[in-house]
């Protein structure tokens, strides 16, 4: 499936309104924050990456808890969500600019 197919079907819409139904939109952007970035940025996006894969290297080796990796996979899962979306988002921008 392409991207413009997945910008194109109204699972980004269903996602967004499921964020809204359990209390959960604006999450990563609080996170971002909390970390020190204005908000969902790329940066923090990377950032959450770099972080997340350390974080999987200490917990099969025992340094760190259950707990505390399940935390940062949560934050990984937000961070390739932003990702999927800006993407979505910029190739719906393109696509507006050539109508």
Known sequence: MTLQQLNESSWIGKVGKT???KGTAGAFTQ?????????????CVKYV?????????????????????????????????????????KERRKRNEMK
Do not use: V
Not at 62 to 79: P, T, V
């Open 49 to 89: 990456f770099s972080e997340y894969k350390k974080k999987k290297i200490e917990y099969t080796s025992g340094k760190i808890s259950k707990e505390e990796y399940d935390k940062w996979l949560q934050m990984n899962r937000r961070a390739s969500f932003t990702k999927t979306s800006k993407k979505l988002g």
């Open 31 to 43: 996170l971002c924050k909390e970390i020190g970035f204005r908000g969902p940025s790329m940066a």
């Open 19 to 21: 964020f809204k139904e």
